[in-house]
């Protein structure tokens, strides 16, 4: 069965894979999002949306598989980004 979705894409975002969206909605894949307004939670001091987003990058990039993306790694690498 092929289905066509149509999506706005803000400016400057690329176009999501083929491959990103089979991951997206197989069954035989899974995600935890994370999103900036989480980062600026679970910090304990203010964080402009643009620091959020680098702290939820490197997150993203640098997080050790075994541990994952949580709340202390999340103010782990906050701290680290911000020098706190």
Not at 35 to 49: E, N, Q, R, T, W
Not at 57 to 75: P, T, Y
């Amino acid at each position: 069965m092929k289905y066509t979705i149509e999506i706005d894409i803000p400016k400057g975002q690329a176009v999501p894979s083929a491959q990103m969206v089979e991951r997206l909605t197989s069954p035989d894949w899974i995600a935890s999002w994370w999103h900036i307004d989480d980062v600026i939670v679970c910090v304990d001091y203010p964080l402009s949306k643009k620091k959020a987003r680098e702290i939820l990058h490197q997150a993203d990039k640098c997080h050790d598989a075994n541990e994952g993306i949580n709340w202390i790694v999340l103010q782990t690498i906050a701290d680290k980004v911000t020098g706190k």
